[in-house]
């Protein structure tokens, strides 16, 4: 089992930057790929970013990809989204999950999620 808990979340303004971070807990956290998700009021839980054990690969949503960046340090059990060039509709909770299953786009493919943070852009 993992536990995975987030911070880094808040108010910016249209254009600015948040960083994301997802710690773990357990010493099996690099077993896990990892992923983050986000929901705004009203909508269901959407894929937003992907990364494997090793970070070598990564996966993006659309209207994600150039803005965002997933990382992870196993050797700090924590995976990361910087986020730049924000947008209103980037308004959300932010959820970080581990995968367990095969289709890492898929709500269901994820056992373990943490209680998610806040992010909102203000026009």
């Known amino acids: 089992q993992v536990q995975l808990v987030e911070s880094g979340g808040g108010l910016v303004q249209a254009g600015g930057s948040l960083r994301l971070s997802c710690s773990a807990s357990g010493r099996t956290f690099s077993m896990y790929r990892m992923a983050w998700f986000r929901q705004a009021p009203g909508n269901e839980r959407d894929f937003v970013a992907y990364i494997n054990w090793s970070g070598g690969s990564t996966y993006y949503t659309d209207s994600v990809k150039g803005r965002f960046t997933i990382s992870r340090d196993n050797a700090k059990n924590t995976v990361y989204l910087q986020m730049n060039g924000l947008k209103p509709e980037d308004t959300a909770v932010y959820y970080c999950?581990?995968?367990?299953?095969?289709?890492?786009?898929?709500?269901?493919?994820?056992?373990?999620w943490g209680q998610g943070t806040q992010v909102t852009v203000s026009s």
């Open positions: 999950a581990a995968m367990t299953g095969l289709y890492f786009e898929l709500e269901r493919e994820y056992s373990y």
